[in-house]
């Protein structure tokens, strides 16, 4: 199952959310990939450490060689690290991609990663993490992916932005991936004590969008486990967050 974590705004926890259920699939014996298309890395850094800054091969080689004709390409195998958790696999980003965005599009290289995860069949599970904008490398991951999950922060600037994502994906559908499903909406940083986090949740209930019964609340263990490049699972193995994503990793399994 090839999952993509989208949202156009920025800051919303598509990075933790995406590297959290990665983990939880890893830890339940799934070989997973995550896949990290955001320029800014932090789905790399948070798997990979200090690692991350001395790979030699990363997406960007990746797009590079789409621009490139070679009789010897590399195998798309050859992008993919491991990391410190078995079973849990990266492909990392690099800034360089903000450089090759514009010759990408241009050239129609859209499908290109669909095409090369249709050829893989060695991972149960792939997480695709996204940019908070709608881009050539968003748009590459909605075409690669069979379903798509949007991390929500209870804010009302991100439910301006929510049904203009919806949008957005049902265009992708329509034109690129018949395949495509929004598999739910994940309440992330919710506070249930606080007025309006509840209200705009109801809101959303009233609205009859897909929300996943499961949300995630706010937490100082959170940057702990970022700064200590490990995922919850590892990091606090029993504490509520950890909880929290276990029971979301469990609502996707029923989908």
């Given amino acids: 199952m090839n999952r993509v974590i989208f949202n156009k705004k920025g800051g919303v926890g598509k990075s933790t959310i995406t590297c959290n259920l990665a983990a939880i699939s890893a830890s339940k014996g799934k070989k997973t990939l995550v896949i990290d298309l955001d320029t800014q890395g932090n789905s790399t850094h948070y798997l990979?450490?200090?690692?991350?800054?001395?790979?030699?091969?990363?997406?960007?080689?990746?797009?590079?060689?789409?621009?490139?004709?070679?009789?010897?390409?590399?195998?798309?195998?050859?992008?993919?690290?491991?990391?410190?958790?078995?079973?849990?696999?990266?492909?990392?980003?690099?800034?360089?991609?903000?450089?090759?965005?514009?010759?990408?599009?241009?050239?129609?290289?859209?499908?290109?990663?669909?095409?090369?995860?249709?050829?893989?069949?060695?991972?149960?599970?792939?997480?695709?993490?996204t940019p908070p904008a709608l881009n050539f490398y968003t748009r590459s991951a909605l075409i690669a992916a069979n379903s798509c999950i949007i991390p929500f922060d209870c804010d009302v600037f991100s439910k301006q932005a929510l049904y203009s994502l919806l949008d957005t994906v049902a265009e992708v559908k329509a034109d690129h991936n018949p395949n495509l499903e929004i598999e739910g909406i994940v309440v992330n940083q919710f506070q249930k004590r606080a007025k309006l986090p509840t209200q705009l949740l109801e809101e959303l209930i009233d609205d009859n969008l897909k929300l996943f019964k499961s949300m995630i609340s706010p937490s100082v263990k959170i940057r702990e486990s970022h700064s200590a490049s490990q995922s919850m699972i590892q990091y606090a193995p029993n504490h509520k967050i950890t909880e929290e994503f276990k029971s979301l990793y469990q609502e996707l399994k029923k989908k």
Avoid: W
């Fill in 48 to 129: 990979l450490g200090q690692q991350s800054n001395t790979l030699e091969s990363t997406l960007a080689d990746f797009y590079t060689n789409t621009l490139n004709v070679s009789l010897f390409p590399k195998d798309f195998s050859d992008f993919i690290y491991e990391t410190g958790m078995p079973n849990l696999y990266v492909m990392p980003s690099h800034p360089g991609m903000d450089n090759l965005h514009a010759k990408l599009e241009s050239r129609y290289k859209i499908y290109k990663l669909k095409e090369a995860l249709d050829t893989m069949g060695e991972f149960d599970n792939i997480f695709i993490d």
